[in-house]
């Protein structure tokens, strides 16, 4: 690029030097990165054209080689970053593994440097703040790469954080925008103007004539009282509460003269909201090449005049829309040459001093060198070369609603304009101009000082006439651009890849004008049908899918949208047709698949055929369902294990657990509870009888004492005769609780086993020597697949590995160490019906346990099956409900009705942070079998001064219904 | 008239002063802090009862009555909160409230501070991320500290209490500092740097 003298609005008079890669570079005020460097580098004559270019701005690809800026997407945020006097950006000293190469360039102002981008640090602490703008951090984050690669959020911090409130809201100082604006502060409204660039006026700025009334509305509204103006402010969202979260970045300068950026977190609060961000030109799919010599023609214009840049040599334009004719007239008016003027539409009636192709669309380029080689192709077949310096491609607009995207119910197709247009949800936001896909500045104009006077008069104002700049150009046509041919002469593997990636679905018919509607072609109608309201649109339509309408920018709309706004239908069929076409809608099964809800699609209620009967996803439920299908690992090595040694040892369990069912048998596997004197239920245990005279049992740590003191007191007073050892085994032994629909696959992924041949029926334990490692499996019963597994601590590294391996390449969970966590992980597992099973078992004659019994009652401490659940349960949840969460493992749980405190229920088992619920919770083990729901009650804390007010609920029901 | 009592209640923690800012921190010491979970079915006779005890009204949700000795705060929901500044509640009273739902005095783990000055609402709105400037007087928030809970009430313009537990008095009045520091530094350096340019060019 050349400077061209007496163009532009930069007054290159004074100047400054900025530092970019090592290299002094000399810029004015007004200058972007990308403008002072083609201002000082005329080799760097041929910006190249990016697909996914967010607003024009254009990374810069040189045959110098130290002039070479690399792939890396993140630079076109930096390239529209204005600059200051000791600017510097070295680009090199980015650290790619930070994730700065996910960065999409979004019109985002960013820091010269990354760390400027900062959070508060306490308020970042705060669970509120973090609940509330997590899923906001998150897409920032990842949007500007702040993210390091582990997510750690503390790395986006914010410098500052205000709250602005204001009666109207408009965004973006576009015409339309200004119009707005003007329109309503002169009735007397008070409105807040953003912009995120660092001068008003958009793309009047970008406009061949010097626009007059930009510089004049401007000082309008600087001199109203009621209107605030924040330029380098972008908006980023607006949020479920109606809320508009923007950020603003200013600068700051310290002793030394140095001017640093920070970068302020705007919450603002408005009645009403005008969207005017204008609109984003596409490209041409089949162009979607980074290649030296393209370029949009929107940054063109942009080059030439406001940054007073223009082209070494002769221009080609490509273009399917009137506004690419506009460039045509500003190059000539420049007298700047032009090569050809391509225009896709057949009956184009613009001329041009040069030669003009119509109907023909550019398929490829014979040359990558930097004087480009077109080749242009016709309906007919007909092919020509043409060799420009520069391609400057104009194919249409798409209106940039991102900001909203949350508030966008429907999309109509408009195929004058080829475009989609946004339905908002919420009656407080008004589309305007662009954003509203009115593409043709008057037009622009005309709706948005229409709608600011429907405000206006909506407030009962009085309206002031606003006045409007002088503009060209009234109307806007555009024919939608496909893939074009060169698709089809890529691979056939290449194609499939892009049809992966969602691309393929929008593709035109290519070389063969003559075959009938493809299946492709079938569903582009469908999906443009549904997005049409009008039955002549659709017939117009339909004239038009010969050459499709491709579509770009949404697929990236969708995407974001709010998970709570999701439906799941159960299949693929009771979606519309039409969606089957949107590109990249298979991310919406992935978006599925990631909550467990494999072949389940999560989309947009929109999308939804409007006879199917659907229903709001509850992604607590997604969580209960995930648990269900998928597996789930707990490490419990700290659980309790004792080990029982003797020719009488089968006995003495028997005898002193008061182990009333018959003795276990070899590799025999007993679930059952700990209970006391009273009957009071202590803790869960199971036995282990893995030899002939070697049981093992295991409890919770917070039991391993009582337990084991119990047995050792039990086996002082044996008879004289008998030959018991008990030996503590906790530290011996590492154990992992497997537990769901997939754990049997897990288990054959790290023993090499099929899980088959491994023939462990329920109840059962096994000895597996598998690599080396010993490991004991126990099945446990119930009807969801459940194992324990034992390994010797000393082979704990070995094994851990593997085991967890195995279970993420399951996409299973890995749940706390904490036997609490067990007892939750099972809690999940539970389904209704398995419950009823368990209560059949205890009215059975097969019944386990006679709970009933109670001719043990000299024993101290008993052995009951767990879930003989016959006059209710004995373990119950605490929920506190309190200013107080803690819940003191071991304190007593009473009863509250009104002042007076009595009756003691039971104990605290456990009392723990739950993952699952996100609070606090507690496990009681009641004195008595009793049902309750959510009875009101206290929990004296064991050695604390306070206590916990709880609802206890009984344990007989499967989380989620709570 | 404040009595001697009252005076007694209240004593000064500290003071931010940093240029434009001027920031005191008082640490209130009511009497008794009371909990209610007020019954839904009850809250009118709550009223009813406030009326003929207090000679107080129902506060609105999320609202605030200071009157006397006493202030009552209406947390979302039917969550009541109330502090008595001097004396106490009798037994009478307190057998009273227990009619209308749980009650419980948290006077133990709660501190009540009064914060006022000038750039108060600059530095709520950083402190807890809620519009200062927005609250009416007497609107009272819940602001989620990690897992527990404090309250922020607005008595008047430039004057609000703020209700925390015990365990995060040094943490806010860490906050607060870093945050007053913070913004005086932001002020002080800030420029436009459009100004800057014009200044280049005369």
Partial sequence: MRKIPNAGLIKRDISFPIYFRGETIIASPGDTLISAILANKPEISVPSYFYNDGANASSAISSAQNWKIDELLYLKAFLQQEVYPGFVCDTLAFDKSRGFRKFKPRNFILGDDFRGFHWMRHLFQSQWFKSNFKPLIKEIGTEVGAFNCSGEEEALLFDDLNFVSVELLVVGAGVAGLVAALTCARAGMEVLLLESDFILGGRLNDESRKNVWVEDTVLELKNLGNVKIYTRTQLLKRDGEGRFLAIEKSYTQDKQRKISSINRFLNITANHAFIATGARERIPLNLNKNLPGMMSTGFLNRCLNRFGLGPNDGVTLYTNNDSGWSSVRHLTNLGLRIDAVIDTRPDARMIADCPVFRGTRVIDFASRSQRTKLIVRDFGGRQVKISTSLLAVSAGYNANFEVIKDNVKKLIWCPINSSFIAQVSSTDLTLLGGANALFCPKKAVENAYAKACELVQEKGMKIVSANFPKLDWNGYTCQPLTYGDSFYQIGSKKLAARKRNGYSLFQGRGNYPNRKYSRVDRLKLDALKAFSNDSREVDLIKKITDDGAEETAYEKVFFKIDPSLYILPTKMENLSKPFQALAGHYDYQKLGASFGMVGDWLVPDYFLNEETSSRKVDIYNFEVKNALKSVAISDMSDMAKIEVLGNDAGVFIHKNLSFNSAELELNDYQEGCLIDETGAMIDQIAILRIDTNKYILTTSSYSERRLYNFLMDRSLKNQPGSIVEINLITDFYCSYFLCGPSANHVLNDFLDLNSKSLHLRKTKIKTINSKGIKYIICHASGTIPAFRIFIPSSQFKQSFSRIFKSVLFFKGSIVGRSAAEAIELENGLISPGVLENFSSVGKSKNSLVDSTNKKASDNLLRFECLRDFRRGSRLAILHPIGPTKNIVVGSEVQKLEGPIRSDILGKVLVGYFSKVHGKFLGYVLLKKFQNFKRKPVIVMNLGKNYITECELSSFNFPLGHD | ?202
């Fill in chain 2, 1 to 202: 008239m404040t009595t001697r009592d009252e005076k007694s209640a209240k004593f000064k923690i500290g003071s931010i002063r940093s240029g434009f800012f001027y920031i005191e921190i008082k640490m209130l010491r009511p009497k008794e802090i009371w909990f209610l979970y007020c019954e839904k079915n009850k809250e009118k006779n709550f009223g009813s009862f406030l009326d003929r005890t207090f000679n107080l009204s129902l506060p609105e949700e999320c609202a605030m009555i200071d009157e006397g000795d006493m202030s009552i705060i209406h947390a979302p929901g039917t969550f009541y909160i109330i502090k008595i500044r001097t004396g106490g509640l009798s037994e009478k009273v307190i057998k009273g409230l227990s009619r209308f739902g749980r009650t419980h005095n948290s006077l133990g783990g709660l501190i009540n501070f009064s914060i006022k000055g000038r750039g108060v609402n600059q530095l709520i709105n950083r402190l807890v991320s809620i519009d200062a400037e927005r609250m009416k007087t007497g609107e009272s928030h819940v602001i989620p500290i990690s897992f527990d809970k404090g309250y922020l009430c607005k008595k008047k313009t430039g004057s609000y209490e703020l209700i925390i537990p015990s365990s995060y008095v040094t943490h806010f009045m860490e906050s607060m500092e870093a945050i007053v520091c913070k913004l005086e530094n932001l002020k002080k350096s800030e420029i436009i740097l459009d100004r800057l340019f014009l200044k280049l060019r005369n």
